[in-house]
């Protein structure tokens, strides 16, 4: 039996939409690191100190490519791009979205992918451009920040899943926890709740209760 393509997805945790890339990256790199502070002794060698853990950062580059449909490409940037923008209203201030990245696996995150990100970084390199002069293949170099909260008005979660989802067709029960709950590990309480013998065989059409705690914790 054919497996379904997990798709990298991508939520904005402010507005809770949520969409895919258009192709799965080939690759992507997680950067970690920690500051270390040189105290100095007299008389010996100076002491290392650990200091503080620096926020991890996912690059990848990401393509697209809508040349055969011989559509624009920047309806699929486009929606990239706009996570840099500062549409999110915090006090008299506003900040752009907080993320979250999920990829199919048999964890329940991506080693490495913080819970929260930010999109800090996108770089766009359009390759390939119609007989009208619009683009139609892009590739997109993006960095994610891990983002941790320090002001408390913002630690409110987002509304809770829907009491009910229609499959559609190629989801898995993976992808459909990450839409409703922000959380791809949640499909085993969703299986558990619609009692699924084989959560991997689903049927387009097919009506799934989501669980009102599903994804919580």
């Known amino acids: 039996m054919t497996q379904t393509l997990e798709k990298l997805w991508i939520r904005n945790r402010d507005s809770n939409e949520v969409f895919a890339v258009m192709y799965n990256p080939t ?93 800090t970084k996108c770089a766009l390199n359009y390759q390939l451009f119609s007989r009208q002069g619009f683009p139609v293949r892009a590739k997109m170099s993006v960095s994610f920040r891990e983002f941790v909260n320090v002001d408390p008005r913002e630690e409110q979660e987002q509304q809770g899943p829907p009491a009910e989802y229609v499959v559609g067709e190629g989801n898995s029960l993976r992808a459909i926890a990450f839409k409703t709950t922000g959380d791809p590990g949640a499909w085993k309480q969703i299986a558990e709740a619609n009692d699924l013998k084989n959560p991997s065989r689903l049927e387009q059409g097919q009506k799934l209760i989501i669980p009102a705690r599903a994804g919580a914790g």
């Open 27 to 119: 690759s992507y790199t997680i950067d970690l690191s920690n500051t270390w502070e040189e105290k100095k002794r007299p008389r010996q060698k100076s002491e290392l100190q650990f200091t503080v853990e620096a926020l991890r950062t996912v690059s990848m580059e990401l393509f697209s490519d809508t040349s055969e449909a011989g559509r624009d490409v920047r309806a699929q940037t486009d929606r990239i791009t706009a996570l840099m923008s500062a549409t999110v209203e915090v006090g008299e201030s506003a900040r752009p979205p907080i993320l979250e990245l999920s990829w199919g696996g048999g964890n329940e995150r991506p080693s490495g992918f913080p819970r929260k990100c930010v999109l």
